[in-house]
């Protein structure tokens, strides 16, 4: 066999190999997609925005085979109780417990209740009752309006029972840690402004005093619901600027001089009347 043949038999012999390599390979592997059991998995019906809610109707239910899925995925629908969009989820992709949450922790708007606005103002050492004020807590609001002219200024609660959503950057009350040795005197930490859950009708009012009065926070002991049930009779003009000072009357124009009595050095003797000429050249 001369060297011509011998490589086309190496040739030959090495194509076999390859085919039957791949001919096993191919078995293998439809071997075991056939083995490998579909199960339901919830796909994007369209995109899906970051930080928004997921609901039964932006979702579809299709079945993959097992070997293909997220381990992470989701199966049913009423997984999505509450979920939020990480991230953006475009149309088609898997829906899983890593591109959702029920809870996405530093967004702190998720933890509002729906409905209800956060709003925050400024506070100092007093208006926050020496930094004792905590997430959670209760407060009235109490608004001092400024003083116009002689007026005694009075206070007014604007706000009763109102839940305090954060303090400073924080939605979770602060920890105590190690607590000082006694007779130490405590340390308060006062926040530059506290975040209140209101109404979007009180957030309007919270506004306009904030910006026209002085604000104060009194703090409710807990469970403590006494005045809840009166209704609150407030005038949006009690917390308006001062009206600007009347302009000044206009000064009465003067007088008009009076006019200088008219005296003569010369006299004129009229036999026995003595008198003095008046303009008219007459005697006086």
Known sequence: MNKRNTL????????????????????????????????????????IPAHSSINSTMVNVVMRPSSDVD????????????????????AGATITSSNTSKDEGPAVALHLIRGMRAL?????EVRDVSGLIQPGDKVDVIAVPPRVGSAAPSASIILRDITVFAVGGAVEPQTTGTPPPPGTPPTPNVPRSVTLEVTPSQADLLAMADLNATLRLALRAKGDRSGTTQDLVFSTQTFAAPPPAAPAAPAAPAAHPARPTWSSPVQIIDGDQIGEPDNSGSTR
């Open 120 to 124: 925050s103002i400024p506070v100092d």
């Open 8 to 47: 086309l038999v190496v040739a030959a012999i090495l194509a076999a190999g390859a085919g039957l390599l791949t001919f096993n390979y191919l078995s293998a592997a439809n071997k075991r997609v056939a083995t490998s059991p579909p199960r339901p998995v919830l796909v994007a019906v369209a995109d």
């Open 71 to 90: 381990p992470s995925a989701l199966s049913s629908p009423t997984d999505l109780s509450g979920d939020i969009a990480l991230g953006p989820i475009p």
